[in-house]
């Protein structure tokens, strides 16, 4: 059971445009939603959060939305680099302790 | 100075085997987790520690079992190692369960390979 889906395995961009990753899930318990980079041979970097009870958290250049009704979050960030090329993770969490986290979107922000 | 260190890096090992991963956090954390990412690149759960507390379990084989000598440390042995159990695993931290808002602390993976 996929709680945490990210249906994009890859999105290319060019320098200067803007990214947006999706995210879906289907435990209405979720009450924190996060999103991560991870380069490769690295672990995954935290990024940003959202709680549940908010629809926008912007910082800097990247900005997450969440819409509770469509049981959907996106990450955009704007503008794109060539260094935001990465692997990004999607994840959900609920007081139960544990975060769940998707199969991951890989970015690539063409100079 | 790494706040998440885990050793070895990478691991070739025969099926059959018993074999450890350990993990160090620098950052006075609390909890601390297991995670296995598998082919298809899903992080999931394994176990996760409270101040040396097993709070989260997870289905997984009896083969793997976790320890915690102190909150700063959580090891993983794994006995009788098999073809499937290949997969990058990773420690990581947080303050407090759940990682509500401010997301976890990963270490940098350990590729383990069975042969």
């Known amino acids: 059971d996929q709680q945490v889906k990210q249906n994009s395995p890859s999105l290319s961009v060019q320098e200067g445009r803007i990214s947006i990753l999706n995210c879906d899930y289907t435990?209405?318990?979720?009450?924190?939603f996060l999103w991560y980079k991870k380069y490769p041979a690295e672990g995954p970097t935290f990024l940003i959060s959202?709680?549940?009870?908010?629809d926008k958290n912007e910082d800097g250049r990247f900005t997450v939305f969440l819409n509770k009704s469509a049981k959907h979050l996106s990450l955009h960030i704007v503008p794109s680099q060539p260094g935001d090329s990465a692997v990004y993770f999607c994840?959900?969490?609920?007081?139960?302790?544990?975060?769940?986290f998707g199969d991951g979107t890989t970015l690539t922000v063409k100079p | 100075d790494t706040a998440v260190s885990q050793t070895p890096k990478y691991l070739v090992t025969q099926m059959g085997n018993d074999k450890s991963i350990k993990c160090e956090q620098n950052?006075?954390?609390?909890?601390m987790y297991w995670y296995k990412q598998d082919s298809k690149k899903f992080l999931k759960i394994m176990f996760s520690?409270?101040?040396?507390?097993?709070?989260i379990n997870e289905t997984v084989p009896n083969r793997f079992s976790p320890k915690s000598p102190d909150k700063a440390h959580l090891n993983l042995h794994i006995n009788s190692l098999e073809l499937g159990d290949s997969a990058v695993y990773f420690c990581?931290?947080?303050?407090?369960?759940?990682?509500?808002?401010?997301?976890?602390?990963f270490g940098s993976g350990t590729r383990l390979t069975v042969v």
């Open positions: 990581a931290s947080s303050q407090g369960t759940g990682a509500r808002n401010y997301g976890y602390t």
């Open positions: 435990n209405s318990m979720f009450d924190y």
């Open positions: 959202i709680s549940s009870i908010k």
């Open positions: 994840a959900a969490s609920s007081n139960a302790g544990k975060s769940t």
């Open positions: 950052l006075g954390h609390d909890t």
């Open positions: 520690y409270n101040n040396k507390e097993l709070i």
